[in-house]
């Protein structure tokens, strides 16, 4: 199964492939208003306005044919959404971005448990490498929360370059320990 991390990771790439130069995340989870919701955000191409109602369609893509699962992410993560007492809302502007919401209920018996963010959001910082994303990664939960952004990331940890043999770890660890300080 997948878990919404997962998720995550896979929508993320559809804001890389759209050519995003910034990128935010927002995973928010209340446990007194029994929400658990992410917000994907970005700065890119955006959708046609005539490729809109299809998007959430299985199997649409405007990716070249002939790579492996095209058309599944969002149809996937609306599935899971309508499961789990939710909805999956996609707005975008064509030329100027796109904004997905996923909503679940938290104790919704069907929601896929988090999964491994500290790992996602590690890869997602470190591919900035290669697509120059600036990102903004954050995880609330109830009323605390944290935020991690490239350059700030990389200053609180004396990284030079992502390249650094130990940014990964360094970045895991570090994410870990966000994690512990807002989790009850
Ligand atoms: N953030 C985005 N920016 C621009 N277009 C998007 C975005 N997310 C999805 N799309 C459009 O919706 C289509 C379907 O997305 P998805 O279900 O993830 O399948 P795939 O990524 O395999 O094409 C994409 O091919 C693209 O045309
Ligand atoms: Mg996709």
Request: aromatic content about 6%; some cysteine.
């Amino acid at each position: 199964m997948r878990t919404l991390s997962d998720h995550i990771f896979d929508l993320a790439q559809n804001s890389v492939n759209a050519g995003a130069g910034n990128i935010t995340i927002v995973v928010e989870e209340s446990l007194p208003d029994n929400k658990f919701t992410i917000r994907i955000e970005d700065d890119g191409h955006g959708i046609k306005p005539e490729h809109l109602p299809k998007v959430k369609d299985t199997f649409f893509t405007t990716r070249p044919s002939g790579k492996r699962n095209v058309g599944l992410g969002i149809s996937l993560m609306e599935a899971t959404c309508q499961r789990s007492g939710g909805y999956l809302r996609v707005e975008s502007t064509f030329r100027h971005g796109t904004t997905l919401t996923a909503a679940m209920e938290h104790d919704h018996t069907d929601r896929p448990p988090l999964g491994d963010l500290p790992a996602i959001f590690t890869s997602l910082l470190l591919s900035s490498l290669e697509n120059k994303v600036k990102w903004v990664l954050e995880h609330g939960f109830n009323d605390k929360k944290y935020r991690l952004r490239n350059r700030a990331t990389m200053e609180e940890l004396n990284i030079l370059s992502y390249s650094d043999s130990e940014a990964r770890t360094k970045l895991l660890e570090l994410i870990k320990r966000k994690e512990k300080e807002i989790q009850p």
